[in-house]
């Protein structure tokens, strides 16, 4: 699935006018067209429709939409915003086809009619400046009526770039998109304000759609790379030895999540290297882990292939001596939560290396706030691919995963039951062990947090989401793998 900037669905329309040969009234018919029959597909049994039409060409298609319904019989009560004066050609065609037909149209005067459905066209894409208060006044209506709302296009006041509401948008049960899917419709905010969405290409030719690259382009189990498959006649030390440091006092729980889920992953040896106090808790907690304090990091800095450094580190002198360690390492890196600091990034000198950011740290690394940041997260991504030469997974909803001058990927599995302790923990072992059984970084990032958020949603086909905790994802990670090679043809391990 690819996703466009609003620039570049411009760009797809005009594609399409030139492509049909056509006025661009057909395109709008082709949308409004494909819109009707989603509405009749899904509600069928309503037939009372409010619709509300801005002056944009996102009222153009509400207008043809209203003519469509009126014309098949249904009740149809037209309510306008915006200056009219200001129509397309097009739109204005389609209001003027919707009034010969005997359709009623009223002006928003502060209150919305009962009605069955309501079908918003008030702003389309082109949004990118805050809502007077008559426009948030009027969405606020719309999201406190009992009927259901079916958006066209984008949920007005739904910034098409970022996501985030304007400052306030529409609440749809459905959103019906168009030519190409927006990228606001998929991270940040977007998903709740957007309800189910279905998308329609209005014909629009592969070739013509190569024309322009997307700005995103979204994870799937055919587009991930996993380990091979193992020899028969193979050892442990042929598929890595991840070293996962941190574990300050009192944060051994972090440091154990990110090596059992290095281990689960499928990596050969795993060792964890934590503050001396934690020796024994860690110890006894799974066996097949190797357990050492940082008083041994030299010695096991020698043994390892990869390294996860930062969960539960904290912000010790001690741990600010280690991590003087693992910036003079060539090792493949994992670079998680404490360690997250600009300063030891910039201090790195491996060439393979993975940060996992939430926004609170992405924000930290780039100096602004972390509502700054989630006001833009891809703008937030490539800040952070153009400063330093690594791959970056800006974590949370729709995380996102970058690298210097390649366009960047999605991630829209996963569950709002993820946003609980540990599960950065998790992600990060599961990049470590990705590396060590020979993935490049780009490889190891995209696939775990894939499989990441797949075996979360795994957990929630049979228990409540709500009970969802960073060890059931450890837990899950095996079935996860093994129906991603069953999908894909592929002999599991």
């Not at 056509?22 to 429709?49: G, N, V, Y």
């Not at 996993?226 to 193979?234: F, G, W």
């Not at 991840?242 to 889920?261: E, H, P, Q, Y």
């Not at 290396?353 to 509502?371: F, K, N, Q, Y």
Request: hydrophobic share 40%; with cysteine; charged share 15%.
């Amino acid at each position: 699935m690819q996703l466009y900037s609003r620039q570049q669905v411009y760009q797809l329309d005009q594609l399409a006018i030139q492509e049909d040969t056509q006025p661009s009234r057909q395109l709008m018919h082709k949308a409004a067209t494909a819109a009707w029959r989603q509405i009749q597909s899904d509600f069928p049994e309503c037939h009372d429709l409010l619709v509300l039409a801005g002056s944009g060409n996102n009222g153009g298609d509400a207008f043809a939409v209203a003519l469509m319904a009126l014309q098949a019989g249904y009740r149809v009560r037209l309510i306008t915003m915006g200056d009219l004066e200001r129509q397309s050609e097009e739109s204005r065609f389609y209001r003027a086809q919707f009034e010969t037909a005997g359709g009623n149209i009223q002006p928003w005067a502060g209150t919305l009619p009962e009605a069955g459905l309501i079908i918003d066209g008030l702003l389309g894409i082109g949004l990118n400046k805050s809502l007077a208060g008559d426009w948030q006044q009027l969405i606020s209506a719309i999201n406190q009526h009992p009927a259901p709302t079916v958006s066209i296009d984008i949920p007005s006041g739904l910034n098409a770039d970022t996501g985030n509401p304007m400052p306030c948008a529409v609440e749809a049960r459905l959103t019906i998109t168009f030519i190409g899917r927006k990228l606001g419709c998929y991270i940040a905010d977007g998903p709740d304000y957007c309800g189910e969405i279905r998308f329609a290409d209005l014909g629009l030719s592969q070739s013509a759609r190569e024309q322009i690259p997307p700005s995103c382009q979204t994870l799937q189990a055919d587009n991930i790379e996993l380990p091979a498959a193992r020899r028969i006649n193979s050892h442990k030390n042929d598929y890595g030895h991840v070293l996962v440091i941190g574990g300050d006092r009192t944060m051994s729980g972090a440091v154990s999540l990110a090596a059992s889920a290095a281990l689960r992953s499928g990596a050969g040896l795993v060792s964890l290297c934590l503050h001396p106090e934690n020796y024994q808790v860690a110890a006894s907690r799974q066996a097949e882990l190797m357990v050492s304090t940082w008083a041994d990091i030299e010695l096991q800095l020698a043994r390892a292939s990869v390294v996860v450094i930062g969960p539960g580190l904290g912000q010790s002198a001690a741990a600010s001596r280690l991590l003087q360690h693992i910036a003079a390492t060539s090792l493949p890196l994992v670079v998680d939560a404490d360690a997250l600091t600009a300063a030891f990034v910039d201090s790195l000198q491996s060439t393979s290396v993975v940060l996992t950011p939430h926004p609170g740290e992405a924000a930290r690394l780039l100096d602004m706030t972390s509502r700054e940041l989630q006001q833009d997260r891809l703008q937030a991504l490539q800040s952070l691919t153009g400063r330093w030469p690594f791959v970056s997974v800006l974590k949370g909803s729709g995380s996102l995963i970058g690298q210097p001058d390649q366009p960047p990927w999605l991630c829209l599995d996963g569950h709002p039951g993820m946003a609980s302790a540990g599960m950065g923990d998790v992600l990060s072992g599961m990049i470590g062990g990705y590396l060590a059984q020979g993935l490049s970084p780009w490889q190891a990032a995209r696939s775990a947090v894939l499989v990441h958020a797949l075996a979360a949603q795994d957990f929630t086909h049979e228990q409540d989401a709500n009970s969802l905790i960073a060890s059931d994802v450890i837990a899950g990670i095996g079935r996860v793998v093994r129906r991603i090679h069953q999908q894909r043809g592929e002999m599991a391990c």
